[in-house]
């Protein structure tokens, strides 16, 4: 209710509506986070941001008030909704990506990937069996700009940690080189030895 003291003249009155504040709550969400203001003015546009960790995406977004779902625009992280006539609630689901795993075909041997698919900071392994006369050259664990991924192991058997990309895995064989040795021969006396052979490798029959 309001007053005034009428002047000697006409007067026009007007009168200007705001709308009524109402808080905006955005809760703790486990490996990502929601950014939006405090408080809503009554049928204004509120926008908000949900970001996720690396390695995660936003599954969903839900915004309510006194219990009833608030329709919400957006996505790619960026949202917005008419702010109501009551308190928001906003909340948001986050889970973890998952990436590829893609093998390259091998010659003189095979390899087996623990998973064809795998979440960021999961332990992979890698399986090589060479044929018979080879060992492994080298593994190659890379993504999709050919930025190496390290790994470890030794015998056959390695792991690698799921980054937070989809990779490639490629194994080389090669043969195993047959170590040689130098046959030298002390003649003896009133003979002479011979041999088919100056060097052989193990194994080798002279």
Do not use: H, R, W
């Not at 960790?53 to 008030?65: H, I, L, R, W």
């Amino acid at each position: 209710k309001y007053t005034f003291k009428m002047p000697n003249s006409n007067v026009t009155v007007k009168v200007t509506f705001k709308g009524e504040e109402y808080t905006i709550s955005a809760g703790n969400i486990e490996n990502g986070k929601i950014s939006v203001a405090s408080k809503g003015t009554y049928g204004t546009k509120i926008s908000f941001q949900v970001k996720a960790d690396e390695g995660f995406k936003v599954a969903s977004v839900k915004v309510t008030a006194d219990g009833k779902t608030v329709k919400v625009s957006g996505s790619n992280g960026k949202y917005s909704f008419t702010m109501p006539a009551a308190k928001v609630k906003i909340a948001a689901t986050i889970e973890a990506v998952i990436y590829t795993i893609t093998p390259q075909e091998a010659e003189n041997g095979t390899f087996v990937i623990g998973a064809d698919s795998g979440k960021m900071a999961d332990v992979i392994t890698v399986d090589t069996t060479p044929e018979e006369g080879y060992q492994v050259n080298s593994l190659t664990i890379f993504d999709a700009k050919g930025n190496l991924i390290p790994f470890s192991g030794e015998n056959n058997a390695y792991t690698f940690v799921m980054p937070a990309c989809n990779v490639t895995v490629a194994v080389s064989f090669e043969e195993i080189p047959i170590v040689t040795y130098t046959l030298n021969i002390a003649q003896p006396e009133n003979a002479t030895i011979t041999l088919d052979k100056t060097d052989a490798g193990a194994g080798s029959i002279v």
